[in-house]
Structure formats: structure tokens, C-alpha cells
């Protein structure tokens, strides 16, 4: 099977943020934990019902990764572009954030 | 301008309050997202890729400085220093928290604005030509009955629920500059033989994945009647109008699917019963409305068509903007000012505070506090004395808002795409800017003359690519972008749908291949008089296949 991550928006922010190794969740794709198993997407799944109970997060769902270079890159553009921002980000770093 | 009464003020609030109250029980867990949504979704709050994104309603594209000041403000406290103006003359800010919401639409109440009717399968936001009660060739302002419909329409409990979302646009001019044609009712404000004033109806219009050109419902129904014929067409819509696909629940496939004669009887059939009722307008209303809108007093100017004509000679970049962004008034002392929020390498429609409070200083100062948004996602002074153009345009310059492209290649209207949106497929923007850089050169955009560009990151259409001169629709093709063509799209007066070129193109080729549309027309037109859809027009969409694609179809 393809290697999965799973991804959700916090509730309060919209961000998105990744289910990590610590049992956590960051706003760092880089930190993603990654399953590799059936077993450990059924973990997965597990464990964004329960973030989703204590209302932590929505839109949870798991993405298709593929390491290059040792790094983690999800396979679709749309996931990649969850991860880093839009890509138009130096225009909008102009703006008078 | 419009100003609130008792109601619209008391009904704003008690929105405030309700959603206020509802995120938080969301946010204390007394909601499910499955609860919420359609609750957020009904006040303009989306979850997009990176945050949740705060639609705001821009009536008819009508906003005063004091409005334009707090979207400015609201940019620059809860979100990042920038807005996105929509191609429904709304405006969306990216990046604001949930939990910041409520109070952005407290701050939105102190000056008459919400995001109610933003969303959902309501009827949306009534748009407008955005220089309604300024334009020389026009022959009533179509804002009075905008806002009667946006007073009918507002929380409407009949039409809460339709099958679909449900858009109307309204124009009074010659020229209509509200592609009216292409929404589920548009209508357009005439004179009878006796003078009396009415609206040729056109329903059934729409983008998306089945566009369509809006057809001739009736020719003329009395201005009193609008609210009775409209809520006839709209009621027998959301009797029929189907709910088991969403694909196939705007009005435009009912229209389709069941035939316009049939559904003609059956909305006048409903039109009989409620002509005479409650719905039928009193000409006191009519004109009560009417007041809020009557065109400000405009003192004569005429000193000063020397000294423009003598500024102009003197800075050519000045001129080269009068020349692209500056309309007729029917005051000849005036003129309408388009500003560009399409600079070389930008973002089509954004715009940054410190833009947005300049643009409101303005607006204070030169056009009688008035601002429109366009669908074209610009924004417009529409009332700017002759002679105060100089001091208008070095404004602009100094703040990145001069560019005098209005009509031109890179006035390129496009939706947020997938650098934003979570429905999109491909990236609008990014096309968008490398479009916009290749034909960076003003002389080059005027070689080309008008020409409308359009780009969508999705098939729903946001970004109008049907009805562009030229349109790119992005889609995803086994994990890439791809970039369909289509040319002799058209809004507006002999509105027309885009024919698709052929096989796609990479995120690599599509500008080349744009490039190869503008060069082929180049060398085919009659004369520089000839504009590119004239020509396409003309000798139609062979010419262009050929340039672009080999015999095989493979792109060249």
C-alpha cells in the first residue's frame, strides 16, 4: 500500500494541521507520522474520531506521501500546497501583514 | 446611498447575536461540524485549504468610504493585510480565525454590512452594473431595484431552501456590463412605447459545469410587478427544481429539461394569482428607494478640459491611463475611474489595507464617498471630476494601484484557485500572473486591444472562463494541472459560451498557448479596428486549432 499521513483543519483557526509521532498535532507536514499498514490507518482513523470528539480538529482524512531525497511529499499538488502555503506567497508577504 | 432603517438594523443584529451564540456552542463542543456547517455556511464562513475564509456581501457593488475603511481595518486586525474581491462585487478575506468571527461581523454591522445569503441555496448577493448611476448610456439606475430585492430577498423564508443557489444581476444601460445573461434571473430595465419603466426578464443563465445563455422570459413587466414575477419564477423553480442531484438543480435544467413554453405558462400562471397581492410595488416605495439613490450634485467643471488635455500631453503614462480607465459620465465635466487591481504579476482582485484606505480617501475626497466593486474585480470611482484625474491617478501611482490596463489582456479576471480554494483542481492565480508578465508591455496590450482573459481553477466557474474572450479552466489530470482553452466566450450584450480548443495544456504551455491565440489573431484581423472576438467571430475556431495543435491534436 502507499504510505498515508493523516491531515485535518483545527477547528479554531481553520489551519491545517498533521497527526505526528508524539501523539500530537502540528502545523509542521514535516512532523507527520506515516502509516505504512492497514493497521496503522485503521490507528489513524481512530485517532482522528477521537480528536474530532473533543472537537480539536475537522476534515479529517488520510493523504497518499512518497519519500524523496528522505523527505516526505504528499502526492497530490493540492496536498503540497496545503503544506506550503499558497504559492503566490511572496506577493502576499509584500502586503502590510 | 442606501442606508439601513429599523429592520435591516434590527435584523443585521439579531444574525450577529444568533451566530455568535452558535460558534460558540461550536467551539464549547455543544455542536457537531455536521450540525455547524450549514449554520457558518449561511454567514459566508467557509473552511478553504489553508483557513477558514469570511465571505462579505457588497450589495449591487455599492460601497461608501466609511465601508471600504472597516473592510480595510477588518483585513488588517483579523486576517493579512489583504481582501479579495469576488466576481460577485463581494469581498472574501482568507484567513480569519473562527474564533475571531463574531466580532468581525459586529464590526461589519457598525457600518451596515454582513455576510448573510453569501452561501448556501438562497438567492445570493443581487449584482449590478458597477457604474450604475454614472454611465452616459444609461437609461434608469438599476440599484433602486436592486436593493428592492435585496430587502425581498433577505432572509426570504419561502426561498431559504431552494433546490440551488439562486443569482440575479440588474442593469439599466445600453451596454450591459453585468453579464446578466448569465445568472438565473437577469434583468434588464427598459421603457415601453408609453415610457413607463419595466424589465425584459431572461432566466435560466448560468456557468458551471453546464453553461448556458440566459433565454427571454418575458420582454416587459412593469416596474411594480418585479417582486410578483420574480417570486412567480423562483416559486415555480422551487416547486420543480430538482433536489435528488445537485448537479442538476439550478434553474437552467429545469429550463432545459422541462422547456421554456411550459414553465412560461406555469410562472404566469403564479403571476396572475400574485399581481394583484401584497407583492404588487407602491410607486411611494418605488420612489422612496429611488431617493437613496438619486445622483449626487455635481458642480459644472468645464475650466478644466484644457488643463487635462495639457496634463495629458505632459506625462504620457497619464495619458495612457485616462485612456484605458476613465469612462464617460453623463456629466461631461466627469468621468468614471476604473482603478486596476490587476498589476503586472499580481493577484487579480486583491487588494491590501493600506490599498483599500487610500481607495476610501479618495472616494471621500473626489467621487461623492461613493466606490463600486466590479465583477471584473476591480474597483470604480464612479463620480470624479475631469480636473481632479491628475491628483486621483499620482495617488494611485505611489500606491501600486495605477495600471493602466482596464479592457486590456491582463485585466484578467480569476477565482482564488487551488492556492485557496478546496474545490478547485488547478491554480488560477499563478496563470494569471505569468499571463499578465509575458504581456506586461502597454504597448503590446494595446497591439492586442480589447479582449476579455478569464481563468477558473475549477469547473463551477467562478473565475467566468466560459464567457472570457479567451478561457482556462484548470483541472487535475492524473495528479497534474491542466489547462483547457476555450475562445468567443462573451459576457454581457450578445453573450455567448466558449467552444473548447481541444486537448489541454500543461501549467508549462498554457501561457505559450495563449500566446499562440493572440499571435494568430494578430495575423489574421482586418485591420486594428478589428477586435479578437470580432475576429473569432469572423473566421471562427479552425485557424486557431490549427496554430495550436499539430495533425495528431498534440499540442504544438
Given at each position: 500500500?502507499?504510505?498515508?499521513?493523516?491531515?485535518?483543519s483545527?477547528l479554531?483557526?481553520?489551519?491545517p494541521?498533521?497527526?505526528c509521532?508524539d501523539g500530537g498535532?502540528?502545523k509542521?507536514?514535516?512532523?507527520?507520522?506515516?502509516a505504512d499498514?492497514?493497521l496503522?490507518?485503521?490507528l489513524?482513523?481512530?485517532?482522528a474520531?477521537?480528536?474530532?470528539e473533543?472537537n480539536e480538529i475537522?476534515?479529517?482524512?488520510?493523504v497518499?506521501?512518497?519519500?524523496?531525497?528522505g523527505?516526505?511529499v504528499?502526492?497530490?499538488?493540492?496536498?503540497?500546497?496545503?503544506?506550503?502555503?499558497p504559492?503566490i506567497?511572496s506577493?502576499?508577504?509584500?502586503q502590510?501583514? | 446611498m442606501?442606508?439601513?432603517d429599523?429592520f435591516?438594523k434590527?435584523?443585521v443584529?439579531?444574525?450577529?447575536a444568533e451566530?455568535?451564540d452558535q460558534v460558540t456552542?461550536r467551539l464549547?463542543?455543544e455542536?457537531t461540524?455536521?450540525?455547524f456547517?450549514p449554520?457558518r455556511?449561511?454567514?459566508?464562513?467557509y473552511?478553504q485549504?489553508?483557513?477558514?475564509?469570511?465571505?462579505?456581501a457588497?450589495p449591487?457593488?455599492?460601497?461608501s468610504?466609511?465601508?471600504?475603511r472597516?473592510?480595510?481595518?477588518?483585513?488588517?486586525?483579523?486576517?493579512r493585510?489583504y481582501g479579495h474581491f469576488t466576481?460577485?462585487q463581494?469581498?472574501?478575506?482568507?484567513?480569519p480565525?473562527?474564533?475571531d468571527i463574531?466580532e468581525?461581523?459586529?464590526e461589519?454591522?457598525?457600518?451596515?454590512?454582513?455576510?448573510?445569503?453569501?452561501?448556501?441555496n438562497c438567492?445570493r448577493?443581487v449584482?449590478?452594473?458597477?457604474?450604475a448611476?454614472a454611465?452616459?448610456?444609461?437609461f434608469?439606475?438599476p440599484?433602486?431595484?436592486?436593493?428592492?430585492?435585496r430587502q425581498?430577498?433577505?432572509?426570504?423564508p419561502?426561498f431559504s431552501?431552494?433546490?440551488r443557489?439562486?443569482?440575479?444581476?440588474?442593469?439599466?444601460?445600453?451596454i450591459?456590463?453585468?453579464?446578466i445573461?448569465?445568472?438565473?434571473?437577469?434583468?434588464?430595465?427598459?421603457?415601453?412605447?408609453?415610457?413607463?419603466l419595466?424589465?425584459a426578464f431572461?432566466?435560466?443563465?448560468?456557468?458551471?459545469r453546464?453553461p448556458?445563455?440566459?433565454?427571454l422570459?418575458?420582454?416587459f413587466v412593469?416596474e411594480?410587478?418585479?417582486l410578483?414575477y420574480?417570486?412567480?419564477?423562483?416559486?415555480?423553480?422551487?416547486?420543480?427544481?430538482?433536489?435528488?442531484n445537485?448537479?442538476k438543480?439550478?434553474i437552467k435544467?429545469?429550463i432545459?429539461e422541462?422547456?421554456?413554453?411550459?414553465?412560461r405558462?406555469?410562472?404566469e400562471?403564479?403571476?396572475?394569482?400574485?399581481?394583484t397581492?401584497?407583492l404588487?410595488l407602491?410607486?411611494?416605495?418605488?420612489?422612496?428607494?429611488n431617493?437613496y439613490?438619486h445622483?449626487?450634485?455635481l458642480a459644472?467643471r468645464?475650466?478644466?478640459?484644457h488643463?487635462?488635455?495639457w496634463?495629458r500631453?505632459?506625462d504620457?503614462a497619464?495619458?495612457?491611463?485616462?485612456n484605458?480607465n476613465?469612462?464617460s459620465?453623463?456629466?461631461?465635466?466627469?468621468g468614471?475611474v476604473?482603478?486596476s487591481l490587476?498589476?503586472?504579476?499580481?493577484v487579480?482582485?486583491?487588494?491590501?489595507s493600506?490599498?483599500m484606505d487610500v481607495v476610501?480617501?479618495l472616494?471621500?475626497r473626489?467621487?461623492?464617498?461613493?466606490l463600486?466593486?466590479?465583477y471584473h474585480?476591480?474597483?470604480?470611482?464612479?463620480h470624479?471630476?475631469?480636473g481632479?484625474?491628475?491628483v486621483?491617478?499620482?495617488?494611485?501611482?505611489a500606491t501600486?494601484?495605477?495600471?493602466?490596463?482596464?479592457?486590456?489582456?491582463?485585466?484578467?479576471i480569476?477565482?482564488?484557485g487551488l492556492?485557496?480554494c478546496?474545490?478547485?483542481?488547478?491554480?488560477s492565480?499563478s496563470?494569471?500572473?505569468?499571463?499578465?508578465?509575458?504581456f506586461?508591455?502597454h504597448?503590446?496590450?494595446?497591439q492586442?486591444?480589447?479582449?476579455q482573459?478569464?481563468i477558473?481553477?475549477?469547473?463551477?466557474?467562478?473565475g467566468?472562463?466560459?464567457v472570457?474572450?479567451?478561457?482556462?479552466?484548470?483541472?487535475?489530470?492524473?495528479?497534474?494541472?491542466?489547462?483547457?482553452?476555450?475562445?468567443?466566450?462573451n459576457?454581457?450584450?450578445?453573450?455567448a459560451?466558449?467552444e473548447?480548443?481541444?486537448?489541454?495544456?500543461?501549467?508549462?504551455?498554457?501561457?505559450d498557448a495563449v500566446?499562440?491565440?493572440?499571435n494568430t489573431?494578430?495575423?489574421?484581423?482586418e485591420?486594428?479596428k478589428?477586435?479578437?472576438?470580432?475576429?473569432?467571430?469572423?473566421v471562427?475556431?479552425a485557424?486557431?486549432r490549427?496554430?495550436?495543435?499539430?495533425?495528431?491534436?498534440?499540442?504544438?
Amino acid at each position: 500500500m502507499s504510505l498515508k499521513i493523516l491531515t485535518a483543519s483545527r477547528l479554531t483557526d481553520g489551519h491545517p494541521v498533521w497527526y505526528c509521532t508524539d501523539g500530537g498535532w502540528s502545523k509542521e507536514f514535516s512532523n507527520a507520522a506515516v502509516a505504512d499498514t492497514s493497521l496503522a490507518c485503521l490507528l489513524f482513523e481512530r485517532v482522528a474520531k477521537q480528536a474530532i470528539e473533543k472537537n480539536e480538529i475537522v476534515d479529517a482524512t488520510l493523504v497518499d506521501v512518497e519519500t524523496r531525497d528522505g523527505r516526505l511529499v504528499a502526492l497530490r499538488l493540492r496536498e503540497r500546497i496545503r503544506a506550503n502555503g499558497p504559492t503566490i506567497t511572496s506577493y502576499a508577504q509584500n502586503q502590510s501583514i | 446611498m442606501y442606508r439601513y432603517d429599523e429592520f435591516d438594523k434590527a435584523f443585521v443584529a439579531a444574525r450577529v447575536a444568533e451566530f455568535s451564540d452558535q460558534v460558540t456552542r461550536r467551539l464549547a463542543g455543544e455542536m457537531t461540524e455536521e450540525e455547524f456547517m450549514p449554520l457558518r455556511l449561511r454567514n459566508g464562513v467557509y473552511l478553504q485549504l489553508h483557513a477558514y475564509m469570511l465571505r462579505v456581501a457588497i450589495p449591487y457593488g455599492t460601497l461608501s468610504s466609511r465601508q471600504l475603511r472597516k473592510l480595510a481595518h477588518i483585513a488588517r486586525r483579523y486576517d493579512r493585510g489583504y481582501g479579495h474581491f469576488t466576481t460577485r462585487q463581494n469581498i472574501q478575506f482568507n484567513w480569519p480565525r473562527l474564533v475571531d468571527i463574531p466580532e468581525i461581523l459586529e464590526e461589519l454591522s457598525e457600518v451596515e454590512m454582513h455576510a448573510i445569503q453569501t452561501s448556501g441555496n438562497c438567492i445570493r448577493n443581487v449584482t449590478s452594473d458597477h457604474f450604475a448611476g454614472a454611465a452616459a448610456d444609461e437609461f434608469a439606475d438599476p440599484r433602486p431595484y436592486a436593493e428592492i430585492l435585496r430587502q425581498w430577498s433577505s432572509l426570504h423564508p419561502e426561498f431559504s431552501y431552494l433546490p440551488r443557489k439562486f443569482k440575479i444581476a440588474v442593469v439599466g444601460a445600453r451596454i450591459d456590463r453585468a453579464a446578466i445573461q448569465v445568472h438565473d434571473i437577469g434583468l434588464w430595465l427598459k421603457r415601453d412605447s408609453s415610457g413607463k419603466l419595466g424589465f425584459a426578464f431572461y432566466v435560466g443563465g448560468g456557468q458551471g459545469r453546464t453553461p448556458m445563455v440566459a433565454r427571454l422570459l418575458r420582454d416587459f413587466v412593469p416596474e411594480e410587478d418585479l417582486l410578483s414575477y420574480t417570486t412567480a419564477i423562483i416559486r415555480i423553480y422551487n416547486l420543480y427544481g430538482r433536489r435528488d442531484n445537485k448537479y442538476k438543480a439550478r434553474i437552467k435544467i429545469l429550463i432545459h429539461e422541462t422547456g421554456l413554453e411550459k414553465l412560461r405558462e406555469e410562472i404566469e400562471a403564479e403571476f396572475a394569482i400574485l399581481k394583484t397581492g401584497e407583492l404588487k410595488l407602491p410607486q411611494a416605495d418605488i420612489d422612496a428607494i429611488n431617493a437613496y439613490f438619486h445622483t449626487p450634485d455635481l458642480a459644472d467643471r468645464p475650466e478644466w478640459h484644457h488643463n487635462l488635455d495639457w496634463l495629458r500631453s505632459d506625462d504620457p503614462a497619464f495619458d495612457r491611463w485616462v485612456n484605458r480607465n476613465v469612462a464617460s459620465h453623463r456629466h461631461p465635466d466627469y468621468g468614471i475611474v476604473t482603478i486596476s487591481l490587476k498589476p503586472t504579476g499580481g493577484v487579480p482582485g486583491d487588494a491590501t489595507s493600506v490599498q483599500m484606505d487610500v481607495v476610501a480617501d479618495l472616494a471621500e475626497r473626489y467621487s461623492k464617498d461613493e466606490l463600486r466593486v466590479s465583477y471584473h474585480q476591480n474597483l470604480v470611482l464612479p463620480h470624479v471630476a475631469l480636473g481632479d484625474l491628475k491628483v486621483i491617478y499620482d495617488t494611485l501611482l505611489a500606491t501600486g494601484l495605477a495600471s493602466a490596463n482596464i479592457g486590456l489582456i491582463s485585466d484578467i479576471i480569476a477565482c482564488p484557485g487551488l492556492d485557496y480554494c478546496t474545490l478547485a483542481n488547478a491554480r488560477s492565480i499563478s496563470v494569471a500572473q505569468q499571463i499578465s508578465a509575458r504581456f506586461s508591455s502597454h504597448d503590446r496590450q494595446m497591439q492586442v486591444g480589447e479582449i476579455q482573459l478569464n481563468i477558473s481553477g475549477c469547473i463551477n466557474a467562478c473565475g467566468h472562463h466560459h464567457v472570457g474572450h479567451i478561457g482556462i479552466l484548470g483541472v487535475e489530470k492524473k495528479g497534474s494541472e491542466l489547462y483547457q482553452l476555450t475562445l468567443g466566450g462573451n459576457a454581457g450584450n450578445n453573450c455567448a459560451i466558449g467552444e473548447i480548443t481541444g486537448r489541454g495544456f500543461s501549467s508549462d504551455e498554457i501561457v505559450d498557448a495563449v500566446e499562440t491565440v493572440i499571435n494568430t489573431y494578430l495575423s489574421v484581423r482586418e485591420s486594428n479596428k478589428e477586435s479578437f472576438i470580432s475576429t473569432y467571430r469572423r473566421v471562427g475556431m479552425a485557424l486557431f486549432r490549427q496554430a495550436l495543435y499539430d495533425v495528431t491534436g498534440r499540442a504544438v
